[in-house]
């Protein structure tokens, strides 16, 4: 355990001719070992040209996983003498000499970029996987001297996913259940307490008018069957009978009519009145509602868990209790806020500032809550309920307005301090996944079809994927991952994209599948080559000096700071495209060995065998190797193939 603590770290830091006691900066954590390398840099930028350590420090930079180089100094920040910038390179380079830890630096137009040397790199970093394993990129504490804070963990409540009881389950809500799973898991990761929310769709208008198409289209037969299916059947047919009279009453709305008379007939009634029958607790409707929502949560938790996605609470906005939708009213009338108009409440953000927000109705003219003040509720019930230190809302950016309104209720109220502490971390759509899958309806849906191609492609024993076998548990984990993948994406999570079904079936290039061919190929190599002798204390490091082997061990020195970075800034793609950059250089590696292979049977040069030290300490980096791509594989969700 030489580099959980100080003292072991210093020790094996002077066995490779590093100088001790390691620089201390207060923005570095050494438990990290690209901020050990960042460390040392700045204070040796420091000393030969007579800068600010602290300055130098923030001077550099992490490489890019695309990178020719490890860290970059950025000579102007450093405000150092009155060089011309063009020749700031040039004239700090001579400053510097090789050491322990790097090589001479490249010069760059106003950077100066860094190469960890070859010679301690394979020790140093083998040492810190092999000191936490599933721990590395993790935030936590170790036995031993303490480098982390001990404080007691803060506690997150992450809402995803949150589909409607009465519509499809689209494409949006399927991004939010593969962001918010890993945005929940990246907190966690680092230390964080965090709490998953399910907050369905199942109360208000939508629900009351599936209440009122069950009344016409329902049948006992058909829900017992398949509840999703004759539930979204009965929904899409009482919508279809309801378009008519929602188009007059838009059309009325827009040529400045009252709408009032419209909406106090025919199936807006029926809605409205089963709407209002729900909130007084009639029998009747809070049966059916019971049904439908028992029936929906037991349906999407199968589903769920094929997805490697759990939640702690499925909660709702019936679950809103009526105390704190009643503070809410309440406050916002104290602080004259919440005013009567046309027989409804509302908030008119327009005069009460920002003006952007417009007005929005909290409570109907039938006395009905709307979605906006059940959500302003909600927020104080999960308050009361778990003290979090923050929330976050991973809902697509369609939704940005209402969670602004949500933020601007609540500092109405008098609540910065829970406005603070609320973030809608958004996305963009992921458009065309009904016309690439077919008629898919519910999560069960689109896993089954993603499923079934993977099925359908190992099962033909085409593709270079012999390494996978065509079982059902391996098809399952193929489709699964590929979807984790696709709605992952490789783009910032704000881009929108075109749904691609043809990346869900490719084992090439950065797809989900190609990522769990190269862990299989990894498998099968390791098990090939595996021994008792291969472990860390047997390695000779010298047969790791050279590429490909020091290009993989410094792209997965660079793993803790990929997750720092996508936990920052709730990028979960950073940690995808990062998984595919090292499984890049591990297929390098097996096909370099493969390549020495195939010299080897066609020359016949027995001599050209590599010796057992070198296989030795190769199936060792496989292994880390391999613990790595779990490791980010386990923060997106996808289950590697055993």
Request: hydrophobic fraction near 35%; glycine fraction near 8%.
């Amino acid at each position: 355990m030489a580099t959980w603590s100080v003292s072991g770290l210093e020790a094996l830091l002077t066995e490779l001719g590093v100088g001790v006691p390691i620089p201390t900066f207060t923005q570095a954590d050494i438990l990290r070992p690209i901020d050990l390398y960042r460390s040392y840099l700045a204070a040796t930028a420091s000393q030969v040209l007579h800068c600010d350590s602290s300055l130098a420090y923030e001077a550099i930079q992490s490489a890019n996983i695309r990178d020719n180089s490890d860290l970059t100094l950025v000579l102007p920040k450093l405000k150092w003498g009155s060089v011309k910038p063009k020749d700031l390179a040039k004239a700090a380079f001579i400053k510097f000499s090789s050491t322990p830890l790097f090589q001479l630096p490249i010069p760059d137009g106003v950077h100066l970029r860094f190469i960890f040397s070859t010679l301690t790199l394979p020790r140093l970093i083998l040492s810190y996987i092999d000191d936490r394993m599933d721990q590395y990129g993790r935030t936590g504490s170790s036995d031993g001297e303490q480098l982390l804070c001990t404080d007691a963990p803060k506690k997150l409540v992450v809402e995803f996913s949150s589909p409607n009881l009465a519509t499809e389950f689209n494409s949006g809500h399927f991004r939010s259940t593969i962001l918010g799973a890993q945005v929940a898991n990246m907190y966690e990761n680092m230390g964080w307490n965090v709490v998953r929310m399910n907050f369905l769709g199942d109360w208000g208008k939508e629900i009351g008018l599936l209440g009122v198409g069950w009344n016409k289209f329902g049948s006992e037969e058909m829900f017992e069957s398949d509840p999703m299916g004759h539930l979204y059947n009965v929904y899409e047919k009482i919508n279809g009978q309801f378009k008519p009279e929602k188009d007059a009453s838009r059309k009325a709305r827009d040529e400045g009519h009252d709408t009032a008379e419209i909406e106090r007939q025919g199936i807006f009634a029926k809605r409205d009145r089963f709407c209002k029958r729900m909130e007084d607790g009639g029998p009747e409707e809070i049966g059916l509602w019971k049904r439908i929502r028992d029936a929906t949560i037991s349906n999407y938790t199968k589903a769920y868990e094929r997805l490697n996605v759990k939640f702690d609470e499925f909660s709702g906005e019936s679950q809103v209790t009526p105390e704190s939708i009643a503070e809410v009213e309440s406050v916002l009338k104290a602080k004259g806020i919440y005013e009567e108009s046309g027989g409804s409440w509302i908030i008119d953000y327009s005069k009460h500032g920002p003006k952007s927000l417009g007005v929005s109705v909290l409570r109907g003219r039938t006395g009905s809550t709307s979605y906006l003040l059940r959500d302003i509720a909600a927020v104080l019930d999960r308050n009361k309920t778990y003290s979090f230190d923050k929330m976050i809302y991973v809902v697509r950016a369609e939704q940005d307005v209402h969670f602004q309104k949500v933020f601007q209720a609540l500092r109405y109220m008098g609540r910065d301090d829970l406005a603070d502490k609320l973030e809608h971390v958004s996305f963009g759509n992921a458009q065309g996944l009904s016309q690439q899958l077919g008629q898919v309806h519910s999560l069960g849906d689109i896993v089954d079809e993603s499923v079934k191609d993977a099925r359908e492609v190992l099962g033909s024993g085409q593709g270079d994927h012999t390494e996978i076998d065509s079982t059902d548990k391996s098809a399952e984990i193929i489709g699964i991952t590929a979807l984790v993948a696709e709605f992952c994406g490789l783009n910032k999570r704000a881009t929108s994209y075109t749904f691609n079904t043809k990346r869900l079936t490719i084992f090439e290039g950065e797809t989900g599948p190609n990522l769990q061919l190269c862990y299989a190929k990894l498998s099968a190599k390791i098990t090939e080559t595996d021994s008792d002798e291969a472990m860390l204390s047997n390695v000779d490091y010298t047969h790791l000096q050279e590429d490909p082997w020091t290009e993989v061990i410094r792209i997965m020195a660079q793993y803790p700071d990929v997750i720092d970075s996508a936990y920052k800034s709730h990028e979960p793609s950073l940690v995808l495209a990062y998984l595919f950059r090292l499984s890049e250089e591990i297929r390098n590696c097996l096909e370099d060995d493969d390549d020495d292979e195939g010299d080897e049977r066609k020359e016949e040069e027995a001599s050209s065998e590599e010796p057992p030290e070198a296989i030795l300490a190769q199936t060792v980096l496989y292994k880390y190797a391999r613990q790595v791509l779990n490791n980010g594989m386990a923060i997106l969700g996808m289950s590697p193939l055993a």
